[in-house]
C-alpha cells in the first residue's frame, strides 16, 4: 500500500474526519459534473452554435453514465472505509478518486477535439485539490501522467492515428493539425500544471505544519493543566493530613476513649468537630474538582437516576427528620436510563439536595421531579428556603462564592459545591438553569429552583463530536 | 488477647488508632515507616494490619501490601486513605489492590471497630 500518510502528521480521530468528510463533499461534487455533462451533452448546442455528431453524444452519454454509476459505488463504499495508516484508509480512497476522475475526463478530451478541447482545463483543478491533499511525490507523477497523456492524445490526433472527434463551431479553422499551436498549448499546459502542483503543495504543506505546531501547543497547555491539578492534589492532600488527624484525636475525646468531659467541653469540642468537618468537606470538593480536571476518566455506566436520588435523600435523613422538612420525588414518563459518571452525578445531586435541605427551614418543602423527554432527561430541585437575591444568581456558579444571605453560623459552608455540580453536569454535556423565587415560595421564603438537563448517553455524543483537545480552566 | 499492627507516618493517627482498639480490647503495635512495619509484621505475626496509603512516598502503602501478598502474608490488611474517596476511587475490596477495606481518614472510632470486628470475624471463618 502507498504510504499516503506522512509520519509527521499527527492522525488523529480528527484528522481522519476532515478526510471523510472531503471525500463524501468529492463525490457530491461529481453528482454536480454530472448534470454539468448531461447539460453540456443536450443542451449546449440549443444556446450556441456548437454540433457534436451522434457518436459524440453516444460516447459522452456512455461516459457519464459510467460516471454516475461509479459516484453511486463511491458513495456506498466510503463507509466501509477505515482510518489506518497502513491500510486502504479515506487518503487512498481520496487517490482512487482522483486517478478515475482523470483517466475519465483523459477519455472526454479525446471525444471533445483533443487539443482543441476546452475540456482540458478542468485538469488544472483537478491537480490542485489533489496537490492539497496528497504528498508532493504522488502529485508530481500524476501531474507528469497528465502532461504525458495530453501529449500523447495530440500526437495520435495529428498523426491521424485515432480519429479526431472535434466541436464543431468552436474553432473556425483545423487546430489538431497545427503543430505550432500544439507544442505551444502543450508547453504552458504543462508549466500551468507543474507550478500549479508545487504552489498547492507548498501551501498545503505550510498549513499542515502550522496545524501540527497548534497542537503540540495545545496539548503543552493540556499537559500543564494536568501538572498543575497534579500539584493541588499533592498540596491539599498535605493540608487534609493534620485536619483529618485534629478531627481523629477531637472525636476520641467526645467520643469519651479518654475518659469523661463535661458538657460544656464537650459542645466546644463539637463546635470544633463541626468546623473541622467543614474544611475536609471544602478540601474534598477541591480535591474533586483537580479529579474530574486531572483525568478525563468519567466512567460511562448505567445509571438509574431514580434511585440514585432515593439513596441520597436517604442520607439525609436525619437532617430531614430533625426539621420536619417534606422531601418529595417525583417521575414524569417511563424511566430512562443514563450513561454517565456514577460518582460524579451521586455528587452534583447530592450537592443540589443538600443544599435544598440546607438551607430550607423547619416545616419547608423539597420538591424533586425528573421527567424523561424523548432527548434527555430533565430534574427540577425546588424548595421553599431563603432563596437567592436577584443581584447575587448570576454569581451562584462562581467558584468561592457564597450568596450574602447565608447569615446562619451553623451554615458555613465552602462555596465550592455549585461550581462543582456545574462541572460535572457539563462534563455530562448537560445544562444546568437556576432560579429564585421557587413557583411555591413565600415572600419570606422565596426558594429556590434548580433545573438540569442530561442527556441520556454520554458516549454517542462524544463520538460524534469527535475527540479534540480541550483546555480546561485550573481551580 | 489479639494483636493488631498500625503502620502510619503520624502519629496523632496511630495514638487515636491505639486507643479506640485498645479500648476495644484490642492489643496494639503501633509503627511509623514501612520498613520497620514489614519487620515487625514477618515477626509478630499480628492478626490484622492497619496501613496508611501514603507515607514517606505516595502508594508506599500500596506497595506494602502487595510485598506481604507477594511474600505469602494473607493477614486481613485495612488500609488509611485519605483522598481515595474523595477523588472517587470507591475501591471494592481486593480490587486493584490487594488490600480487605479501606478506612478514610478523619478516622471515626464507630467506622474502625466495625471495620475490624468484620475482617477478624471473616479470617476466624478462614
Given at each position: 500500500?502507498i504510504?499516503l500518510v506522512?509520519d509527521w502528521i499527527d ?6 474526519q ?7 463533499f468529492?463525490?457530491k ?12 451533452n443536450y443542451l449546449?448546442e440549443?444556446l ?6 451522434e457518436f459524440?453524444h453516444?460516447a ?12 453511486l ?11 489506518a495508516r ?10 482512487v478518486?482522483?486517478?478515475?476522475d482523470l483517466?475519465i475526463?483523459?477519455l472526454?478530451?479525446?471525444y471533445?477535439?483533443?487539443i482543441?478541447s476546452?475540456?482540458?482545463?478542468f485538469?488544472i483543478f483537478?491537480?490542485?485539490i489533489?496537490s ?5 511525490v504522488v502529485?508530481?507523477?500524476i501531474a507528469f501522467?497528465?502532461?504525458v497523456?495530453?501529449v500523447?492524445?495530440?500526437?495520435l490526433?495529428y498523426?491521424?492515428l ?6 464543431l ?5 483545423e ?5 505550432e ?10 508549466l500551468?500544471i507543474?507550478?500549479s ?8 504543506n505550510?498549513?499542515y ?5 497548534l497542537h503540540?501547543a495545545?496539548k503543552?497547555i493540556?499537559d500543564?493543566?494536568?501538572?498543575k491539578q497534579?500539584?493541588?492534589m499533592?498540596v491539599?492532600?498535605?493540608i487534609?493530613s493534620?485536619?483529618?488527624?485534629t478531627?481523629s484525636i477531637v472525636s476520641?475525646i467526645?467520643?469519651g ?8 467541653i ?8 463541626i468546623r473541622?468537618t467543614?474544611?475536609?468537606d471544602?478540601?474534598?470538593n477541591i480535591l474533586r474538582?483537580?479529579r474530574?480536571?486531572l ?9 438509574n437516576v431514580?434511585e440514585?436520588i ?7 435523613k436525619?437532617i430531614?427528620d430533625?426539621k420536619?422538612?417534606e422531601?418529595?420525588?417525583t417521575l ?5 436510563i443514563?450513561?454517565?459518571?456514577r460518582?460524579?452525578?451521586?455528587l452534583a445531586f ?9 438551607y430550607t427551614p423547619n416545616?419547608?418543602?423539597v420538591l424533586i421531579h425528573?421527567?424523561f423527554?424523548?432527548?434527555?432527561l430533565a430534574i427540577?430541585i425546588c424548595?421553599?428556603?431563603?432563596g ?8 451562584i456558579f462562581?467558584k468561592y ?5 447565608i447569615?446562619?453560623k451553623?451554615q ?6 455549585l ?6 453536569v457539563k462534563?455530562h ?5 437556576v432560579k429564585?423565587p421557587?413557583?411555591f415560595?413565600?415572600p419570606?421564603?422565596?426558594g429556590?429552583?434548580f433545573?438540569i438537563?442530561l442527556?441520556?448517553?454520554l458516549?454517542e455524543?462524544?463520538e460524534k463530536k ?10 | 488477647m489479639t494483636l493488631?499492627a ?9 495514638e487515636?488508632?491505639e ?16 520498613t520497620?512495619?514489614?519487620?515487625i509484621?514477618?515477626e ?6 492497619i496501613l496508611?496509603?501514603m507515607?514517606e512516598e505516595?502508594d508506599?502503602?500500596f506497595f506494602?501490601?502487595q510485598k506481604f ?8 490488611i485495612l488500609m488509611y486513605t ?6 472517587g476511587?470507591e475501591?471494592?475490596a481486593?480490587?486493584?489492590?490487594p488490600?480487605?477495606d479501606?478506612?478514610?481518614?478523619p478516622?471515626?472510632?464507630d467506622e ?5 470486628n468484620k ?8
Open positions: 500500500m504510504k506522512p492522525t488523529n480521530e480528527e484528522f481522519w476532515t478526510l471523510k468528510r472531503r471525500n463524501i468529492f463525490i461534487l461529481r453528482f454536480v459534473a454530472i448534470a454539468m455533462l448531461i447539460a453540456f449546449y440549443f450556441v452554435e456548437i454540433k457534436l455528431s459524440q453516444n459522452i452519454g456512455l461516459i457519464t453514465l459510467i460516471l454516475f454509476i461509479y459516484n459505488s463511491l458513495f456506498f463504499i466510503r463507509k466501509k472505509i477505515k482510518n497502513g491500510s486502504f484508509n479515506p487518503l487512498h480512497f481520496s487517490l478518486q482522483i486517478l478515475v483517466a475526463l483523459t472526454l478530451i479525446n471533445t477535439g483533443g482543441e476546452p475540456l482540458y482545463l485538469y483537478h491537480l490542485i489533489g492539497l491533499i496528497m504528498p508532493g502529485m508530481y507523477s501522467t497528465t502532461i497523456a495530453m500523447i492524445i495530440s500526437y490526433q498523426s491521424k485515432i480519429s479526431h472527434y472535434c466541436l463551431g468552436v474553432y473556425k479553422v487546430l489538431y493539425n497545427n503543430s499551436y500544439i507544442i505551444t498549448t502543450l508547453l504552458f499546459f504543462s500551468t507543474v507550478v502542483v508545487y504552489l498547492a503543495n507548498r501551501i498545503a505550510q498549513l505544519l502550522k496545524e501540527k505546531k503540540e495545545l503543552e493540556n500543564s493543566e494536568m501538572k497534579k500539584y493541588i499533592g491539599v492532600h498535605e487534609k493534620p485536619i483529618a488527624a478531627k476520641l467526645v467520643d476513649f479518654l475518659g469523661d468531659v463535661s458538657p460544656k464537650k459542645e466546644k469540642l463539637d463546635r470544633a468537630i473541622t467543614e474544611s475536609l471544602m478540601i474534598n474538582i483537580s474530574l480536571r483525568l478525563d476518566d468519567k466512567t460511562s455506566e448505567d445509571i431514580s440514585l432515593d439513596e441520597i435523600i436517604d442520607l439525609s436525619e430531614v430533625e420536619n422538612i422531601v418529595e420525588k414524569l414518563n417511563k424511566l430512562k443514563l450513561k454517565g459518571d460518582v460524579l452525578l451521586k447530592s450537592n443540589l439536595i443538600g443544599n435544598a435541605i440546607k416545616n419547608g418543602i425528573c421527567e423527554k424523548n432527548e434527555y427540577d424548595d421553599n428556603g431563603i437567592i437575591p436577584d443581584s447575587e444568581i448570576n454569581k462562581e462564592y457564597r450568596a450574602n444571605n447569615s446562619d451553623n458555613e459552608g465552602a462555596g465550592v459545591g461550581s462543582l455540580v456545574q462541572e460535572i462534563q454535556r448537560g445544562s444546568i438553569k429564585s421557587s413557583s415560595g413565600t419570606k421564603y422565596p429556590t429552583c433545573t438537563h442527556p441520556y448517553g458516549n455524543i462524544e469527535g475527540k479534540f483537545l480541550s483546555v480546561n480552566g485550573g481551580v | 493488631i498500625v503502620i502510619d507516618d503520624d502519629h496523632d493517627i496511630l487515636a488508632t486507643l479506640i482498639l485498645q479500648a476495644s480490647g484490642f492489643e496494639v503495635i503501633t509503627i511509623d515507616n514501612p520497620e512495619g514489614y519487620k509484621v514477618k509478630k505475626k499480628p492478626e490484622l494490619i496508611d496509603v507515607m505516595p508506599d502503602g506494602l501490601a501478598r507477594r511474600e505469602g502474608i494473607i493477614t486481613p485519605s483522598i481515595a474517596k474523595a477523588v476511587m475501591f471494592g481486593g480490587e486493584m489492590v488490600v480487605d479501606f478506612v478514610e481518614k478516622i471515626s472510632s474502625l471497630i466495625k471495620k475490624v475482617l477478624l470475624g471473616d479470617n476466624v471463618l478462614r
